[in-house]
């Protein structure tokens, strides 16, 4: 079972409850994103006003609720919203792979920004998480920030050498300008002399005669 923030629990139990199915990990995304915004109570309270009047077949999944949710609660938490997209895969690695307890708030938003990091490094962080035997999400969020850092000192080394690359290949090229310059005006000198030569070679041919 995926491990989630104490307010996303709330919603999935009250779901449960009503329903006596066993929440999907869909729903527990929604969870999620639907507590990173919304107070838990009041959406407890929507969803158990919505069930009791429906007759949808869909009254089961927590995502019919949605609608009403957002219409109806005017008090919000955050007026940030986090619609659990391209991120579904990090969480749930992150929720089912490592976490063993459900969380707070404020780790609820440090799970959002752990999931944007790319898989290859959160499988990494869990790793070694794992191996220190510490499992939180603001445990998992520095190890990520850290790996993020050191790949940002990697990049701006490597784009140092190549603008150094650059300055000496500029300079090369540079240098094989004036070199084929120097080339030319030593060939236009050269064709001037022989000019020059050829020119008294034939007057003195012509003072000969």
């Not at 069930?51 to 005017?74: A, Q």
């Not at 084929?180 to 020119?199: F, S």
Request: glycine fraction near 4%; hydrophobic fraction near 35%.
């Amino acid at each position: 079972m995926a491990k989630v923030s104490r307010d996303a629990r709330k919603i999935l139990t009250t779901l449960q409850e009503l329903t006596g199915k066993e929440p999907t990990f869909e729903d527990t995304l929604w969870a999620l994103g639907i507590s990173y915004t919304y107070y838990a109570n009041q959406v407890c309270s929507i969803i158990k006003q919505i069930h009791k009047k429906s007759n949808s077949d869909e009254r089961g999944r927590l995502g019919y609720y949605l609608p009403p949710i957002t219409s109806m609660i005017k008090k919000k938490r955050t007026e940030d919203v986090w619609v659990i997209g391209d991120e579904w895969q990090a969480v749930h690695l992150i929720t089912t792979n490592y976490l063993i307890d459900d969380f707070n708030y404020d780790q609820l938003v440090q799970l959002r920004q752990a999931a944007a990091f790319p898989l290859s490094f959160i499988t990494e962080a869990i790793a070694i998480g794992k191996q220190e035997e510490v499992y939180s999400i603001p445990y998992l969020l520095r190890i990520l920030e850290g790996m993020e850092a050191r790949r940002a000192e990697k990049i701006r080394k490597l784009e140092g050498v190549r603008k150094l690359y650059q300055t000496e290949e500029i300079g090369t090229q540079a240098q094989w300008n004036r070199m084929d310059i120097a080339l030319r005006q030593m060939q236009w000198r050269q064709n001037v002399e022989n000019a020059e030569l050829q020119e008294r070679v034939d007057r003195l041919y012509k003072e000969g005669k």
